[in-house]
């Protein structure tokens, strides 16, 4: 079989050579174009510089997301969830807006709630980021969650003595 196919191609190169051969077909003689490989090209430094690019943004990107995830759920002001139902001046808002404290990032109650919050002029656009005084407004916030839980409990320590 390797006998025939190697007649039958020889048979074709003759024939591809016989016709670039033949005056008046108009086919010009063309140079046969081989692939001849370089020597050795040194293309390690450009792979290891072009990896470490690639792989410096998924880096980079790993840790802006994990820093925000962290302080946003760390966030005492939305309690972790990204958006707020009171404004920073203390007055009580219609529809949830990203907190002011943490920028809600993430929407950890509903994708709906948090596009609905974006619409809203002065809620800071898609991404906002953490405010300035972010600690000042987490300790208040620690500290408000802590008196509402001390009146919380009072009452009812009070009936647990009448009985």
């Known amino acids: 079989m390797h006998a025939e196919l190697g007649d039958a191609l020889s048979a074709v190169t003759l024939l591809a050579e016989s016709l670039k051969e033949v005056p008046g077909l108009g086919i010009p003689a063309q140079p046969q174009n081989v692939y001849v490989p370089p020597d050795q090209v040194d293309n390690f430094p450009q792979i290891v510089a072009g990896s470490a690019a690639g792989v410096l943004v998924y880096l980079w990107a790993l840790y802006e997301f994990g820093s925000r995830i962290v302080t946003q759920r760390a966030c005492a002001v939305c309690n972790?969830?990204?958006l707020v139902t009171v404004s920073r001046t203390g007055r009580k808002l219609m529809q949830p807006r990203k907190c002011y404290a943490c920028g809600g990032f993430l929407p950890w109650e509903s994708w709906s709630r948090?596009?609905?919050?974006?619409?809203y002029v002065g809620n800071g656009g898609i991404l906002r980021r953490p405010a300035a005084d972010y600690d000042e407004l987490n300790a208040k916030a620690r500290e408000a969650q802590a008196k509402q839980a001390a009146a919380d409990q009072e009452p009812g320590a009070a009936d647990a003595d009448a009985q």
């Not at 948090?114 to 619409?119: D, G, I, L, P, S």
Request: glycine share 22%; charged share 10%.
């Open 80 to 82: 972790g969830s990204g």
């Open 114 to 119: 948090f596009w609905v919050a974006n619409k």
